[in-house]
C-alpha cells in the first residue's frame, strides 16, 4: 500500500482532532489575542497595525497547509484593509469546464441553466388568489399560524411525527462517524463509504415517494416509515458488522427522507391557502431545529454510557413518541351527557 493510501486510511476524526489541538487553536488563540477593530471602531488602525499583524498571521498560517496548488495572495488598496485570497485549483467537473475553455465561458453556461429554471418556473400555473392584507403584526401573525397548526388535527399529526423523525434518525452526522470509529473501529475509507450509503438510501427513499406514493401521503404510512427508522436505530444499537452497518444505514436514510418529504408535501397539501407559508415555517423549524438538540443527547449517552445505548435511546424513545401520537390520535372525545 503507498504512502498516499495509508495516509487516507488514517481515522479521520483523530486526524481532525489532532490538527485542531497541535495546529489551529493555538494560532485561533494568537489571532483573538490580538487587538484589531473594525476601521468603524478604530478610525486609525493603518497607523495602530493590529489588522496587519492579524493579516500576517492568517497569511502564514495558510501558507504553511500542505494543500497542493494552494495560492495565498494578501490585496492591498489604499483606504481599505487588506483582503486575503486563497486559491486552490478544482478537480471537479466545474474546475474541468474552467481549464478547458476558462472562466467566462463556465460562468456563461451556469447562468443560462440559471436561467433555463427561471423559464420553467415562469411555466406553472397559480391556483388560489393573493393573500389579502390586513391590519395585523408579526407576532399576530406568528400566533394564528400556530394556533391553526394546533388546533388543526391533520396538521397536528403530521408536525408531531416529524419531530420524531427528525429528533431521533435524522443526526447522521453524528451516527455514522460515531459507528464508523467507535463502534466498527474503521478509518476514512469506510467512513466514506458509511456515507454513500446513507446517500443512496436518502435519494432512494425520495424516488420512491415520488414515484410509488400517492399524491398527498397518507399519514399511517408516514407513521410506518418513521417506526421503520426507529427500529433500525434499535438494530444500530448491537450490530457490529461494517457490512450489516452499511445496510442498516441506507434503510435509516431510506424511512426518513419518506417520511421527513412526505410531511412537507402533506402539510403543504392540507394547509389553507393563506396560512401555507406559517405553517411550512413550523415545518422547518422542528426539522432543522431538532438536530442540535438530539446532538447534545447523543453526546452525553455516548459519553457516559456506549454508542450502542445512545442508539437504543433514540429508536427506544422515537417509537414510544409515536405510539403515544397515534394512541391521542385515535382517542374518543368524551362529551357531557345530559
Known amino acids: 500500500m503507498s504512502e498516499r493510501s495509508c495516509t487516507c486510511s488514517l481515522d479521520a476524526l483523530d486526524f481532525v482532532e489532532r490538527r485542531w489541538e497541535e495546529d489551529v487553536l493555538p494560532t485561533l488563540t494568537r489571532y483573538i489575542e490580538i487587538p484589531a477593530k473594525s476601521p468603524a471602531v478604530d478610525p486609525q488602525w493603518a497607523e495602530h497595525g493590529h489588522i496587519d499583524r492579524a493579516v500576517a498571521l492568517i497569511e502564514d498560517w495558510a501558507r504553511r497547509r500542505p494543500i497542493e496548488g494552494l495560492t495565498v495572495e494578501t490585496v492591498r488598496l489604499p483606504g481599505r484593509t487588506p483582503l486575503i485570497l486563497l486559491e486552490v485549483p478544482g478537480t471537479s467537473a466545474g474546475g474541468l469546464v474552467i481549464a478547458s475553455v476558462g472562466v467566462a465561458p463556465a460562468f ?76 466498527l473501529g474503521q478509518g476514512a475509507q469506510e467512513f466514506g463509504f458509511l456515507m454513500a450509503a446513507v446517500g443512496v438510501g436518502a435519494v432512494s427513499g425520495a424516488l420512491t415517494l415520488g414515484t410509488v406514493v400517492p399524491r398527498q401521503p397518507p399519514l399511517a404510512l408516514l407513521h410506518a416509515s418513521a417506526a421503520a427508522a426507529c427500529a433500525v436505530l434499535l438494530a444500530l444499537s448491537v450490530i457490529e458488522s461494517f ?79 409515536l405510539a403515544v401520537l397515534m394512541g391521542a390520535r385515535h382517542r374518543p372525545v368524551v362529551g357531557n351527557q345530559s
Open 108 to 183: 456563461a453556461v451556469s447562468g443560462a441553466g440559471h436561467l433555463l429554471v427561471i423559464a420553467t418556473l415562469a411555466t406553472l400555473g397559480v391556483e388560489g388568489r393573493p393573500r389579502r392584507q390586513r391590519p395585523t403584526t408579526i407576532r399576530q401573525d406568528i400566533a394564528e399560524g400556530l394556533a391553526y397548526a394546533l388546533r388543526t388535527p391533520e396538521i397536528r399529526a403530521l408536525l408531531g411525527v416529524l419531530f420524531v423523525i427528525s429528533f431521533c434518525a435524522f443526526n447522521f452526522s453524528m451516527w455514522v462517524p460515531l459507528l464508523a470509529r467507535n463502534v
Open 243 to 321: 457490512s450489516l452497518t452499511a445496510v442498516a444505514l441506507f434503510l435509516l436514510a431510506y424511512a426518513g427522507v419518506i417520511t421527513a418529504a412526505g410531511c412537507n408535501t402533506a402539510l403543504q397539501l392540507g394547509s389553507s391557502d393563506e396560512l401555507r407559508g406559517r405553517v411550512m415555517s413550523l415545518f422547518t423549524l422542528i426539522h432543522g431545529g431538532s438536530f442540535p438538540m438530539a446532538a447534545f443527547l447523543i453526546g452525553a449517552v455516548s459519553e457516559r454510557w456506549s454508542e450502542g445505548t445512545a442508539f437504543f435511546v433514540s429508536g427506544a424513545g422515537g417509537l414510544a413518541a
